[in-house]
């Protein structure tokens, strides 16, 4: 059987793809902060094995994300480059709002308690998504199950709201212990 040339699949591609260069470059500065902090961060151990030590595997780990960031640049330099870099990047920085909006219902939590703030974020990412109508009740359903099955079910020990305080001793004690 003869294959054309559009058959192969593209293993090594003959352009970078926007924002690639850029991602290796973001990459590998992490990892060299990280590399850097490492001995403020983890301690060394005596008498412990070389691999035993606290601090090995993910000076390891990031010294592998350093070297294979390093080769791939390296390797793609030669490549043209596809134009659209900065949009590539706008992308990126504009998926950092989900971030923002998982650590104010993280804050939330101590102050709301786990099953409000939790319905509020299920049904508030569902807005933000774009869904109306039956979707959003069913992702404020959807935070209640989280809530009833962690909580409840699993038994994770999450600390209680401080909306709580204002329930009637009887009632607070079901709402720390079960929601």
């Given at each position: 059987m003869s294959y054309q040339e559009d058959d192969h699949p593209h293993v090594f591609p003959e352009s970078r793809k926007p924002g690639e260069m850029l991602f290796v470059t973001i990459t590998m500065f992490v990892a060299v902060a990280l590399l850097a902090l490492a001995p403020w961060q983890t301690t060394w151990l005596p008498g412990k094995g070389f691999a035993a030590?606290?601090?090995?595997?993910?000076?390891?780990?990031?010294?592998?994300?350093?070297?294979?960031?390093?080769?791939?640049?390296?390797?793609?330099?030669?490549?043209?480059?596809?134009?659209?870099?900065?949009?590539?990047?706008?992308?990126?920085?504009?998926?950092?709002?989900?971030?923002?909006?998982?650590?104010?219902?993280?804050?939330?939590?101590?102050?709301?308690?786990?099953?409000?703030?939790?319905?509020?974020?299920?049904?508030?990412?569902?807005?933000?998504?774009?869904?109306?109508?039956r979707s959003v009740m069913v992702a404020g359903l959807f935070g209640v199950f989280v809530v009833l099955f962690f909580k409840t079910a699993m038994n994770v020990k999450i600390p209680g709201g401080a909306i709580y305080e204002f329930a009637p001793d009887t009632f607070r004690?079901?709402?720390?212990?079960?929601?």
């Open positions: 030590q606290p601090r090995f595997w993910p000076m390891l780990s990031l010294g592998g994300v350093v070297l294979f960031g390093l080769l791939n640049a390296l390797s793609r330099m030669r490549i043209t480059r596809t134009p659209g870099r900065w949009q590539e990047a706008t992308v990126w920085m504009r998926s950092l709002e989900f971030v923002g909006w998982y650590m104010l219902y993280v804050a939330a939590i101590p102050l709301l308690g786990y099953l409000i703030a939790t319905v509020l974020f299920t049904t508030g990412m569902a807005l933000r998504l774009g869904y109306r109508g004690y079901f709402l720390l212990r079960y929601f």
